[in-house]
């Protein structure tokens, strides 16, 4: 059995997250476990920066392309899915890798979490009752019932998502989140870059994947039922080029619009981030590399 932790790489997308983790498996005789959501989706590629096979050096690559876009993920099963690759890569005396910046992702597989209780029929009930009312009514509903949630959580589906749980199990949303306690020994690196640095190197980012074929990637998951998946069709980037495709936007504004996305998106991923004590962060300008050496001699030496 390889003795090493599991290794996380975290931090805010466009930071160099999966060039570090292949360093670091070369170091580590690794594999990769995938934690970013949004590259479960089998042919949203372009979109996700997913890393292509030919420049994955070799390395295993692990829940990559695993969904449909019609199919929506669910965090309790990925746990399960990644906790198992995390024991066959150890089994055969190797280090698991995990990279993504989805957060919850992340905390659902190196942290002990129990998860809110789900019921369909009890979520189509509220969908139904939620559609016919504005978000503010939606949230003056769940402040009767769940306060703390109430005032934490901005987005709608979640409101809905607090509504069933209290519904089923009579306990607030807030209180199934996950406690910073390791469900087996982990540590983690996390990677960051200067703002206005970030958010240059995210546009430019941007204007590559319209370059090397977004629009043509989105029209071909239309005929996979892109615009019947809920996230996937809402996915940063791709919900730009539908709109594209749909006259609703030019591809300058699309792009525009994408990089704001994007730059919203990494601020709260940074926020996410850096609120865990226990992650290692460096200046992701320092170089994959380097700061894969600096990491294993700071956090796991005996590796070395």
Sequence with gaps: MNPNPVIAVVGPTGTGKSELALDLCHMLNGEVVNTDALQFYRGMDIGTAKLPVAQRQGIEHHLLDIMDVTEEASVA????????AIAEIQARGRTAVLVGGSGLYVRAVLDEIEFPPTDPEVRA???????????????EALRAVDPASAEKITDVRRMIRALEVHRISGRAFTSFMPQRIYHQPAVQVGLDLDPAVLNEALLQRVHRMYQAGLLDEVRELITHGLR????????????????????QMSQDEAIEST???TRQFAKRQRTWFRADPRVKHYDAGAGAREIARAFVAEAIPEAL
């Design 77 to 84: 099963v990925f746990q399960q899915q990644a906790r198992d």
């Design 125 to 139: 009930e509220i969908e139904a009752w939620a559609d016919a009312r504005s978000a503010e009514e939606v949230r």
């Design 228 to 247: 019947e998946g809920r996230t996937a069709s809402a996915a940063i980037g791709y919900k730009q080029a539908l709109a594209v495709l749909d006259g």
């Design 259 to 261: 990089h704001i996305a």
